[in-house]
């Protein structure tokens, strides 16, 4: 059963863009949400994580944006660059990050020149 | 570098064989979490210690172990290994309470 469900599976995205992924949760429970950045040939990095009391935290060029409601999440980055060319996974967990991540399956991302 | 140290990197491995991965956590860190990747499945969560104690398994198969010793390295132990079980096998650690887990780059198994 896929708790987390991640899209577009890939994405092209023309430098100095914007990039925007999608996720849905199903399980009320969570309470915690962490996007992952993923390059090849290394483990997921934390990018940004949202707690479901905000509905929107930025950090640099990346935003989450939270809708408790309809149970959905999303991340945009901001004038996307070619360094941002990566794997991105959302994830969800219960009891703030003290209990197993549940990820997405991840969207493949390049920002082309 | 994550600070969460696994080894191998890569493995390579005949059918039947048993294996056996070592994680070291960030210096600190008493949660140790396993988690494969693979094409299909994605990030799936295997098990977790916490200071040395098991906390929470997930997809784990029978024929799969792991285990937290005392200065809070852990050890996945695959056995009987299947063509199935090729996968990247990451561990995370994390000080808890903790908003994020850090993972370490991986061990790339191939079972041939």
């Known amino acids: 059963q896929q708790q987390v469900k991640q899209s577009p599976q890939s994405l092209i995205v023309q430098k100095g863009g914007i990039s925007i992924i999608n996720c849905a949760y199903e399980?009320?429970?969570?309470?915690?949400f962490p996007w992952y950045q993923q390059f090849p040939g290394k483990g997921p990095a934390l990018l940004i994580a949202?707690?479901?009391?905000?509905s929107e935290k930025k950090e640099g060029r990346f935003t989450i944006s939270f809708n408790k409601s309809a149970k959905q999440f999303s991340l945009h980055i901001m004038d996307s660059q070619p360094g941002d060319s990566a794997t991105y996974f959302c994830?969800?967990?219960?009891?703030?990050?003290?209990?197993?991540?549940?990820f997405g399956t991840g969207t493949r991302l390049t920002i082309i020149p | 570098d994550s600070g969460v140290t696994q080894t191998p990197k890569h493995l390579i491995t005949a059918t039947g064989q048993r294996v056996t991965l070592r994680c070291s956590p960030r210096?600190?860190?008493?949660?140790v979490y396993w988690y494969q990747q693979s094409l299909d499945q994605g990030l799936q969560f295997l098990i977790q210690?916490?200071?040395?104690?098991?906390?929470a398994k997930g997809n784990i198969l029978e024929r799969f172990s792991a285990q937290q010793f005392p200065d809070l390295h852990s050890e996945l132990n695959l056995s009987s290994l299947e063509l199935g079980d090729s996968a990247l096998y990451f561990c995370?650690?994390?000080?808890?309470?903790?908003?994020?887990?850090?993972f370490g780059s991986g061990t790339r198994l191939t079972v041939v």
């Open positions: 399980n009320t429970a969570f309470d915690y």
């Open positions: 949202i707690r479901p009391d905000v």
């Open positions: 210096s600190g860190d008493l949660s």
């Open positions: 994830a969800a967990s219960k009891n703030f990050g003290n209990e197993k991540l549940t």
């Open positions: 995370a650690s994390s000080v808890e309470p903790n908003y994020g887990y850090t």
């Open positions: 210690y916490y200071n040395g104690e098991e906390r």
